[in-house]
């Protein structure tokens, strides 16, 4: 069962621009492995220089006392909500526990001096498990220090959380992408994700294949798909990019937006809500592999919260950009 915070952006993710900028040990398994956004897997007798290959971060076997950490510059400033420590295919070699502390750096990365605090205690790890913890703390952060005890390996460490932008520096007559992940936006539900997520739409950067878009199975019934999502910030649309990039025969033929200024509700009740949203924009022929740009075609609703792209009868977009002027 997902948990609420899995629905929020991995703040962790290497496609955000997350990095390990420090570690103390990652002798058989390179720590960056740990920050990737693809599931871990397992590779039957691979073996490198120093040992089996593994997907994901492991230290050599600690023999002196201490433990294993590593300090990660995550790609975007976030409140944290919840981690997963996933050590999938770690059996006889994970640690058997692990804690989670977090700095705000204001410009560039932590000083040997800087004050950490403490998001998570130290937990207990079993292997080839995922461990799932909420974190009560509405305070942004910079960069997290993830403590093994004492050595070990863990596949993939997920931060969850909402992405931290002072708006108050965001003029009002800048264009910003509202969409954006960097920025605070949400997918909150789809019809359909079968061969892609839903929140890959909102990542920095084009897609660098099908499987870093939203795809969806082949439609065999009337009606269409579609995804929801929630922007960083109330604003006003002037332009708007639907990328089918690397989508050749599965791109969908043609999309339309609503929108509205949503007050009040959960994400839960968002999907009835938006039957019943404005046309944003009208039903826009789409082509395949390449970025469609619209302004002209936009409809004036004023600032909005949220949208609905529909894509008719269904396939794959690789980003979605909503770009305008914050509001109030």
């Known amino acids: 069962m997902t948990t609420t915070f899995e629905k929020q952006i991995n703040l962790a993710d290497a496609r955000l621009g997350s990095k390990a900028i420090f570690v103390t040990d990652d002798w058989f398994a ?3 492995r740990m920050l990737q956004p693809e599931a871990p897997v397992w590779k039957e007798g691979v073996f490198d220089d120093n040992g089996k290959w593994m997907d994901g971060w492991e230290s050599r076997r600690k023999r002196f006392e201490g433990y294993d950490y590593t300090i990660i510059r995550l790609g975007v400033p976030g409140v944290i909500s919840g981690v ?6 770690f059996t006889g070699n994970y640690p058997p ?3 989670l502390e977090a700095c705000f750096c204001q410009d560039g990365d932590p000083a040997e001096d800087a004050e950490w605090t403490e998001l998570l205690s130290a937990v207990s790890l079993n292997g080839n498990s995922h461990h799932l913890h909420a974190i009560n703390n509405d305070k942004p952060w910079t960069h997290i220090r993830f403590n093994i005890f004492p050595d070990g390996g863990v596949a993939r460490l997920r931060v969850y959380g909402t992405p931290y932008l002072n708006w108050s520096e965001i003029g009002s007559e800048q264009e910003i992408d509202l969409a954006s992940s960097l920025n605070g936006g949400r997918a909150l539900a789809c019809s359909d994700e079968h061969f892609g997520r839903m929140s890959n739409i909102l990542n920095p950067g084009r897609g660098v294949n099908m499987g870093d878009g939203w795809e969806t199975a082949r439609r065999r019934t009337p009606g269409n798909d ?13 332009r708007i990019v639907v990328d089918t990039l690397h989508f050749k025969g599965n791109y969908p033929d043609s999309c339309s937006i609503q929108a509205a200024y949503v007050k009040g509700g959960t994400d839960e009740q968002i999907e009835t809500q938006s039957l019943f949203w404005k046309e944003l924009l009208p039903s826009q022929k789409l082509e395949m592999h390449q970025e469609h740009e619209f ?5 004036a609703l004023g600032p909005i919260t949220h949208i609905r792209l529909n894509i008719f009868p269904d396939g794959g977009i690789s980003r979605l950009r909503l770009f305008g002027h914050i509001s109030d």
């Open 30 to 32: 390179a720590v960056d």
């Open 84 to 89: 997963d420590i996933d050590t999938s295919f």
């Open 97 to 99: 526990s692990a804690s």
């Open 226 to 238: 579609w995804v929801i999502v929630a922007l960083g910030h109330p604003g006003e649309i002037s």
């Open 295 to 299: 302004s002209e075609q936009i409809n």
